[in-house]
């Protein structure tokens, strides 16, 4: 398997995610590693009373932050695996915030969430790498928009880019 599946084309996804895609860095796989070592690095710098930290009232705290990463990245990979082995079924949308609220990131300790997340992204590379060729312009449905596998992959690693950002920038001057 190449390091990289080549980035993805505007009819394999909705348009929404596009900014994600975009904000992946290629090659994917080696991108996906050089992110999880930034997060590692992001997470060990933050101080223990930052932890529960919200930049506005109404936001997530910076715990809540890494869990909705953690949560997104399995509901993508599980997308990812069901069509990249030819599953048609309807994947339905997920509340991000729903699932913030029900995922008690907030009562997790920040290492916890570390440990989780690396746990995550080594499934997720380990997955992405079993892939055959022919299996990242497989497609399937969820939250009522078509994806191809390459599609989900690229979201994976620009969504997870993204957030570090939002962390970095407004969370941990």
Known sequence: MPDSPGRPGKDECADFYGPYIAAAEEPLLTGLERDAEAWRALLASVPPDREGYRYADGKWSVREVVGHVIDAERMFAVRTMAFARGDRSHFPSFDENAYAEASGADRRTL?????????????????????????????????????????????????SRHHRGVLAERYLP
Do not use: C, M, N, P
């Open 111 to 159: 290492a916890d969430l570390a440990e989780d997340f690396s746990a995550v992204r080594t499934a997720t590379l380990l997955l992405l790498r079993s892939f055959e060729d022919q299996a990242w312009d497989r497609r399937g449905v969820a939250s009522g928009y078509e994806f191809t596998v390459r599609s989900l992959a690229w979201i994976i690693a620009g969504h």
